[in-house]
T-cell receptor
């Protein structure tokens, strides 16, 4: 079990669907992250929120839309995805964005695009 | 940009010692992390080095040489449960992590 909870664990959607991935942490962390991980590849940073404000967008296509409703929650809204977007989506959090803060990862949502 | 290299796969025997190397070229370096990831699970934090030298934590130790752009993770008294991928990650800017390709370690009896 991890202290970062992601739902759903698995998601299958068509290219025209709209869905959301959710992430929750109750460690009082003020930085939250979305990563994408393809099979047998390392996680790749997508977005960073710091104190509920978007601080990093690593040139992610607009079909991925992050949202941070409060300090404990992070969502990733999905629309018009492509088959190549199938991957494991990992959420992480850290105390803040100060250098050296370990990031704690959730178990991820395994996304399949039909 | 970031360039981080690790061996793709390693095999070691239960009870032995294994060293996993990581070399990096990066801008804005502010530390090096090691994570363990079992198949289908979340990465878990193992260690962080920001100064040169060796950090020891139980069976795991991590070393950093900033001038050489080099780190290694040392695992002692290997156990079967240590079979996993080991990810080297460079911290840059405001705690952003850029991961290496990972080393898949298989521990055999």
């Amino acid at each position: 079990d991890t202290e970062v909870t992601q739902t759903p664990k698995h998601l299958v959607m068509g290219m025209t669907n709209k869905k959301s991935l959710k992430c929750e942490q109750h460690m009082g962390h003020r930085a939250m992250y979305w990563y994408k991980q393809k099979a047998k590849k390392p996680p790749e940073l997508m977005f960073v929120y710091s104190y509920e404000k978007l601080s990093i967008n690593e040139s992610v296509p607009s079909r991925f839309s992050p949202e941070c409703p409060n300090s404990s929650l992070l969502n990733l809204h999905l629309h018009a995805l492509q088959p190549e977007d199938s991957a494991l989506y990992l959420c992480a959090s850290s105390q803040d964005q100060a250098a050296g803060q370990p990031q704690h990862f959730g178990d991820g949502t395994r996304l399949s695009i039909l | 940009g970031q360039n981080i290299d690790q061996p793709t796969e390693m095999t070691a025997t239960e009870g032995a010692i294994v060293q996993i190397n990581c070399t990096y070229q990066t801008s804005g370096f502010n530390g090096l992390f090691w994570y363990q990831q079992h198949a289908g699970e979340a990465p878990t934090f193992l260690s962080y080095n920001v100064l040169d030298g060796l950090e020891e934590k139980g069976r795991f130790s991590s070393f950093l040489s900033r001038s050489k752009g080099y780190s290694y993770l040392l695992l002692k008294e290997l156990q079967m449960k240590d079979s996993a991928s080991y990810l080297c990650a460079v911290g840059t800017g405001a705690n952003n992590l850029f991961f290496g390709t990972g080393t898949r370690l298989t521990v055999i009896p």
